[in-house]
C-alpha cells in the first residue's frame, strides 16, 4: 500500500526565505506527483504536476522536483510572502487507470511572518 | 465557470440520520472522487467514478453510497450516520483525456458534524 509522508508537518519562517518542503512516498511506481495548496476552509488548489519521467516543473516562484527511484519530491519556494501561508499537500497517482484516485501526504502546515 | 460545486457547505446531524452530499461539476470530467480530510490523516479516498454508471469503493467506503447516473452529478450519501462520520468532505473531478498530465479539481468542501 502506498504510503505518502510530508515533513516538516508545520514550518514558520521570515518573509523574503528561500524554503524547501519535503514529500516522500513509498512505492516508486507512481504515474505522477501533484503538489497542492489549502487555504484555511477551502478546497485543494493544484500548484504543480509533475509526471513520474519528468524531473522538475517550475511555476513562478514554486519549483518541484522528483527523484522517483529514491520516494522523494521537493517543493521549493523561493522569496516566501505573507501570501504563501497555506498547507500545502503531495498526492500520488499510481497509474495512468487510476483517474482521480490520489494518495494524499498529511500536509505541511507554513506560516510566513511579515 | 462554476468548476465542481458542492452543496451544502455545512451540515449537522444527529446520529443514525441520513443525508446526500452533492457534487456537481460543468467540465465534463469523466473521473470524480469523494474524499474525506480529519486532522492528523490527510485526505483519504471514499468512493470514485470512472464514468457514468460506474463506481467502485476507495479506501474508506464503509457507511456511505455512491451513484453515478449523469457524467455531471456524483452524490454521496450517508446511511446512518455517526459520530466518526464527522468530517471534511471533498469531491474532485478529472479528465481522462489527453496525456495523463491532467490536474484534480476539486470543490470547496463540505463540512459535517454528527452528534
Known amino acids: 500500500k502506498q504510503e505518502v509522508t510530508q515533513i516538516p508537518a508545520a514550518l514558520s519562517v521570515p518573509e523574503g526565505e528561500n524554503l524547501v518542503l519535503n514529500c516522500s512516498f513509498t512505492?516508486?511506481?507512481?504515474?505522477?506527483l501533484q503538489w497542492f495548496r489549502q487555504d484555511p476552509g477551502k478546497g485543494l488548489t493544484s500548484l504543480l504536476l509533475?509526471?513520474?519521467?519528468?524531473r522538475e516543473q517550475t511555476s513562478g516562484r514554486l519549483n518541484a522536483s522528483l527523484d522517483k527511484s529514491s520516494g522523494r519530491s521537493t517543493l521549493y519556494i523561493a522569496a516566501s510572502q505573507p501570501g504563501d501561508s497555506a498547507t500545502y499537500l503531495c498526492?500520488?497517482?499510481?497509474?495512468?487507470?487510476?483517474?482521480?484516485?490520489?494518495?494524499f501526504g498529511e500536509g505541511t502546515q507554513l506560516t510566513v511572518n511579515p | 465557470n462554476a468548476g465542481v460545486t458542492q452543496t451544502p457547505k455545512f451540515q449537522v446531524l444527529k446520529t443514525g440520520q441520513s443525508m446526500t452530499l452533492q457534487c456537481a461539476q460543468d467540465?465534463?470530467?469523466?473521473?470524480m472522487s469523494w474524499y474525506r480530510q480529519d486532522p492528523g490523516m490527510g485526505l483519504r479516498l471514499i468512493h470514485y467514478?470512472?464514468?457514468?454508471?460506474?463506481?467502485d469503493q476507495g479506501e474508506v467506503p464503509n457507511g456511505y453510497n455512491v451513484s453515478r447516473s449523469t457524467t455531471e452529478d456524483f452524490p454521496l450519501r450517508l446511511l446512518s450516520a455517526a459520530p466518526s462520520q464527522t468530517s471534511v468532505y471533498f469531491c474532485?473531478?478529472?479528465?481522462?483525456?489527453?496525456?495523463?498530465?491532467?490536474?484534480?479539481?476539486f470543490g470547496a468542501g463540505s463540512r459535517l458534524t454528527v452528534l
Open positions: 467514478s470512472v464514468g457514468a454508471g460506474i463506481t
Open positions: 512505492d516508486s511506481a507512481i504515474y505522477n
Open positions: 509533475i509526471q513520474s519521467s519528468q
Open positions: 498526492a500520488v497517482r499510481h497509474s495512468l487507470t487510476s483517474g482521480s484516485r490520489l494518495t
Open positions: 474532485a473531478s478529472q479528465t481522462s483525456g489527453g496525456t495523463g498530465a491532467n490536474v484534480l479539481t
Open positions: 467540465m465534463n470530467h469523466e473521473y
